[in-house]
């Protein structure tokens, strides 16, 4: 099985609870009506990146998983401007409605917005 090259690859995923966990702690938070990211430094060359979006989003798996497509395509994107960041995105319910260049706007503040502002950490 080949591997994508567009993809995600592993160690740009946050995968343990923990690492969930304290980003949310003592990270920075940053609200939109469509998601909530928190962002904190990692201590590594390159940026993290942990996905929630629960069945209150959508009860479709099928949107659910259009929402985590397009935050790991954003992030992807963008990584070079979130290096040495950990980043946590949670949906709310008005991103499964919301048009994905909406989402895609919203998102690219909150990058611009985490890595001026934790820059600074």
């Known amino acids: 099985m080949s591997r994508n090259p567009l993809g995600l690859p592993r160690d740009l995923r946050l995968r343990q609870p923990a690492a969930f966990r304290d980003t949310t702690r003592a990270g920075l938070k940053l609200r939109d009506a469509l998601f909530t990211v928190y962002a904190a430094p990692n201590g590594l060359p390159h940026g993290r990146l942990g996905t929630a979006v629960s069945r209150r989003v ?21 990584q070079s401007m979130l290096a040495g960041l950990d980043v946590v995105v949670i949906a709310h319910t008005a991103a499964a409605a919301a048009p994905s260049q909406a989402r895609a706007d919203a998102l690219q503040r909150h990058w611009r917005t985490a890595s001026s502002k934790c820059a600074r950490c």
């Open 58 to 78: 959508s009860s479709k798996a099928v949107e659910r998983n259009r929402i985590k497509r397009h935050i790991r395509e954003s992030f992807r994107l963008h």
